[in-house]
């Protein structure tokens, strides 16, 4: 591909390091992703105006609440655009969402991770390797994110 | 020309070259797409964004856009290039803006944004979206006129009569063949019904100042946000838009209004794009005579393109698909018919930390010229869709700058050089 003129496909892939990325929190501090390493990250990819993320939204609340206590982080990235911050903070009071957001109007965070739509979710485990990615909905329960969550967060699976 | 969406051309051994290697329209002989690149002064203020385009038959331009009212709210706002025959930075003077519409209503948003049309007929027929329910997507299309070129404007219509709280935008207006307007936009009236699936639907209605014509279902699930766009064939009206299948796969359709009635909707190509979440990336197609050119991005498999087909029967069958962007395109394109039976593609390709407005000339057997930058941008979704319309050999250009205080509609001119 390289010799074609085209840039190598970017890094965001299953199997690839996470790439390095720092978001805002609602707050207006920085948070990076390494900031999180040890802990598996569910990074999701949202805004308030896109119907399947307001969909998922119970099932992102459902897994923070089932396995924050095993090491999950779930990470909400809301790419509204500037001047959102008042509709993002109702939109998270109307679903009741406590896990961990970040604002990125300027999208950095679809660029890194290269998503072509919202919203996309990607597991990434303690050290800093993608090992599930899904565009669309995803569903607490989905047995791909089931198997992967358990792996990378060695619940017992007796 | 190509005859279904899959096969092959009598230059199919030039394309098949072209696919084992980079997937690339190959850099022929083709001209660069521009010549003279201008920046015209906008007659858009800071604060503005949502802007679009349209050129008349008789040559002149029309800019549209939203701005924010220092007392609150946007107003929608006009202005119009009379002779861009002599804008290449000498002389070249938009209008002074007037009003189409202003208040606190508006369903102000970087994807769906408001359209203008002239019709034969002197006629102006602008759409924006308003707020119709406190719910955040609740929003209904209003249509309004103007028989004054724009100075004064009707109050306005809402072409969809379900009187439903849900989202009906991502208009497309076009002439029809009796002197009305066309109109197609995405319909949400089955969302709020637990008991009909919550399908986004494609409608169609035509319309008078005076008269509302029957609405009609053209599809009845489609990808839900994603722009439309219509063009007029010799051989009547087509429709392109991100189709939605029930296995999520959202490739880009058509339907065309032939022989008094609109068309099952047929794949323009199948990129086999399955994606259960909202690209927010639709198509666009113009038309000159039977002659069609559409370009759409797409990313199946996690791989990025913008592609541009083309149709010699108005639609009813397409050749290959060629590629043109440069490897990282974020999408949002526009296309354009030259005389020449070539398209002119922009689109936005990602460059580094931001994003570059870029266009190429691609013709219909494959061959394509230089790819070059129109402006500097961004991938952010702030930085909404670039426009580009000709009106005979002038380009005009309309993209939204995010880098200052406050975003702002800017413009440009250039020139197309002879094939």
């Known amino acids: 591909m390289a010799g074609c003129g085209i840039d190598p496909a970017p890094p965001g892939g299953v199997g690839s390091p996470a790439p390095a990325y720092t978001g805002v929190t609602l707050e207006g501090e920085d948070l990076a992703l390494t900031d999180l390493r040890g802990e598996v990250v569910l990074l999701n990819i949202w805004a308030t105006w896109c119907p399947p993320c307001r969909k998922e939204m119970p099932d992102l609340q459902a897994l923070h609440d089932r396995h924050r206590d095993d090491g999950l982080r779930v990470v909400g990235v809301s790419v509204d655009a500037s001047g959102s911050d008042r509709a993002v903070r109702q939109f998270l009071a109307d679903y009741g969402i406590t896990f961990l957001i970040l604002r990125d109007p300027s999208e950095r965070v679809s660029n890194a991770f290269q998503a072509y739509g919202v919203p996309l979710t990607v597991l990434i485990d303690r050290e800093g390797t993608i090992r599930w990615r899904h565009s669309g909905p995803i569903t607490a329960d989905d047995p791909a994110l089931q198997r992967v969550l358990g792996e990378t967060l060695n619940l017992d699976r007796t | ?419």
């Open chain 2, 1 to 419: 020309m190509r005859r279904g969406p899959e096969g092959r051309t009598a230059l199919a051994g030039a394309l098949l070259a072209l696919a084992a290697g980079c997937g690339l329209a190959d850099a022929g002989e083709l001209p660069p797409p521009l010549e003279d690149r201008t920046e015209l002064e906008s007659p858009a203020p800071p604060g503005s964004g949502e802007a679009n385009l349209f050129a008349g038959a008789d040559g002149r331009v029309f800019l549209t856009w939203f701005e924010r009212r220092d007392e609150g709210g946007h107003a929608l706002r006009v202005s119009v290039l009379d002779d861009p025959g002599a804008a290449n930075g000498d002389g070249a003077v938009w209008s002074s803006p007037r009003t189409i519409s202003e208040g606190e209503d508006y369903f102000v948003n970087w994807a769906d944004f408001p359209s203008l049309i002239a019709l034969d007929d002197g006629l102006l027929a602008a759409h924006y979206p308003v707020r119709s329910a406190d719910g955040t997507y609740d929003y209904d299309v209003y249509i309004s006129w103007s028989a004054d070129g724009g100075a004064t404007w009707s109050e306005p219509v809402v072409p969809h009569r379900d009187g439903v709280a849900a989202e009906h935008g991502f208009v497309s207006l076009f002439p029809w063949h009796d002197g009305s307007l066309g109109a197609v936009w995405l319909d949400g009236r089955n969302f709020p019904d637990p008991d009909v699936p919550s399908e986004m639907t494609l409608r169609f209605t035509t319309l008078t100042p005076d008269a509302l014509g029957p609405e009609q279902l053209l599809d009845g699930r489609i990808c839900d946000c994603c722009q439309t766009s219509a063009a007029v064939t010799s051989d009547g009206p087509i429709v392109v838009y991100r189709d939605r299948s029930p296995e999520e796969v959202r490739d880009i359709s058509i339907v065309r209004y032939a022989d008094g009635a609109w068309t099952d909707p047929e794949p323009v190509y199948r990129d086999g794009w399955v994606i259960p979440a909202c690209p927010v990336n639709g198509p666009m197609v113009d038309a000159d005579g039977r002659r069609v050119a559409v370009a759409w991005f797409t990313a199946a498999d996690d791989d990025p393109l913008v592609r541009v087909a083309f149709s010699d029967d108005s639609g009813a069958t397409f050749g290959d698909a060629i590629r043109v962007d440069g490897g990282t395109p974020a999408g949002r394109v526009a296309v354009r018919l030259l005389p020449s039976g070539d398209a002119l593609v922009t689109w936005l390709e990602r460059a580094g930390e931001g994003a570059e407005v870029r266009i190429r000339r691609v013709r219909p057997d494959g061959t394509a010229g230089p790819a070059e930058t129109v402006a500097a941008s961004s991938a952010a979704r702030a930085s909404g869709f670039p426009r580009m319309v000709r009106s005979g050999e002038r380009l005009i250009f309309a993209w939204t700058d995010t880098t200052g205080e406050a975003p702002r509609v800017r413009v440009a001119t250039a020139r197309v050089p002879a094939p």
